[in-house]
């Protein structure tokens, strides 16, 4: 099993910035893609961005070029930079995992993109 605890969430201007972090504990060796979704109410969880451990990177279009990724794979942990943020950007924000196929995920972090 995978354990997967978001932190980083909170209220910020739109414009500003805010970064995520997720750590991974438990069974980690065989994660293969760790990432973040966002949902907001009554609308299905959607791609913001994934990253391989070897490195690659897949971002939503909506993210591309104010969003970031990384991983720290020696301490199990993704982090999310975020930049010019939007009010459209307001959402819980999950972290997934995925490994042999299967996915885990996080238990959600709000993020609050407001004036």
């Known amino acids: 099993q995978v354990q997967l605890v978001e932190s980083g969430g909170g209220l910020v201007q739109p414009g500003g910035s805010l970064r995520l972090s997720c750590a991974a504990s438990?069974?980690?060796?065989?994660?293969?893609?760790m990432g973040w979704y966002r949902q907001t109410p009554g609308k299905k969880r959607d791609l913001v961005a994934h990253?391989?451990?070897?490195?690659?990177?897949n971002y939503g279009d909506s993210v591309k070029g104010r969003f970031t990724i990384s991983i720290d794979n020696a301490n199990n942990t993704v982090y999310l930079q975020m930049s010019s943020l939007k009010t459209e950007d307001t959402a819980i924000y999950y972290c997934?995992?995925?490994?042999?196929?299967?996915?885990?995920w996080g238990q959600g972090t709000q993020v609050t993109v407001s004036s």
């Open positions: 438990g069974s980690t060796s065989d994660i293969t893609v």
């Open positions: 990253i391989a451990r070897s490195g690659p990177t």
């Open positions: 997934n995992a995925i490994k042999w196929g299967a996915n885990y």
